[in-house]
């Protein structure tokens, strides 16, 4: 991997880029602690999208394993897990980040938000998403309990660790690196910061 093929996502921002049908994305968590909010459009209908309850559906499990596809609203693969070093914890339960979350935590006047940095990112390439879908989580540590509960813990993944997905039709991905700094699912310090992707 060269350093000149890597695309940023800043930290507390958003990235977006066209992908075609057999490439790969591969998303480093490049400090270690950083989730990356992660969707997928078809890019012949921006309303199909992957979609986190009919993927749970498909996959009969609250996270992928590896070589477990990543499904649209409409039941079709739009991205499989083909490689994973980051030890297979990624939400997708959980919705995107918004200023009414931040509302509720405390925060007095604008937080940056995943929900915003998924507009601005399209927006970059011209684009409007129809919705803002749940997003994959990606190295988010949301441990669901024996009695429903769920947490809200840091990360497991360490500095360099990355997934890879394979689109399986011409898409356009979206990341956001969470802005989150109230509760430390960024890590127990709670600082987020930049991750990195490539397109192969």
Not at 60 to 85: C, F, K, S, W, Y
Not at 123 to 131: S, V
Not at 162 to 172: K, T
Not at 176 to 185: E, G, K, L, R, Y
Request: some cysteine; hydrophobic content about 40%; aromatic content about 6%.
């Amino acid at each position: 991997m060269t350093a000149a093929s890597l695309i940023t996502i800043p930290a507390r921002r958003g990235k977006a880029a066209f992908v075609s049908a057999g490439q790969t994305v591969r998303v480093i968590n490049t400090h270690g602690q950083q989730v990356v909010d992660t969707w997928a459009f078809s890019r012949e209908d921006l309303t199909e999208f992957m979609s986190m309850e009919h993927s749970r559906t498909s996959l009969a499990r609250i996270m992928p394993t590896v070589g477990q596809a990543m499904v649209t609203n409409r039941r079709r693969a739009i991205l499989t897990l083909a490689e994973d070093t980051s030890g297979g914890i990624h939400d997708t339960l959980l919705a995107a980040c918004d200023r009414y979350r931040y509302e509720l935590l405390g925060c007095e006047g604008y937080h940056d938000n995943c929900t915003d940095n998924l507009a601005a990112a399209l927006a970059e390439l011209g684009l409007t998403a129809p919705e803002t879908p749940s997003p994959w989580n990606l190295f988010m540590n949301i441990p669901v309990g024996a009695d429903g509960g769920v947490g809200f813990e840091p990360p497991v993944s360490k500095p360099g660790d990355y997934v890879a997905l394979r689109a399986e039709m011409d898409c356009v991905v979206a990341f956001s690196a969470c802005p989150q700094d109230m509760v430390p699912i960024n890590g127990a310090d709670c600082v987020p910061t930049e991750a990195h992707f490539q397109i192969l």
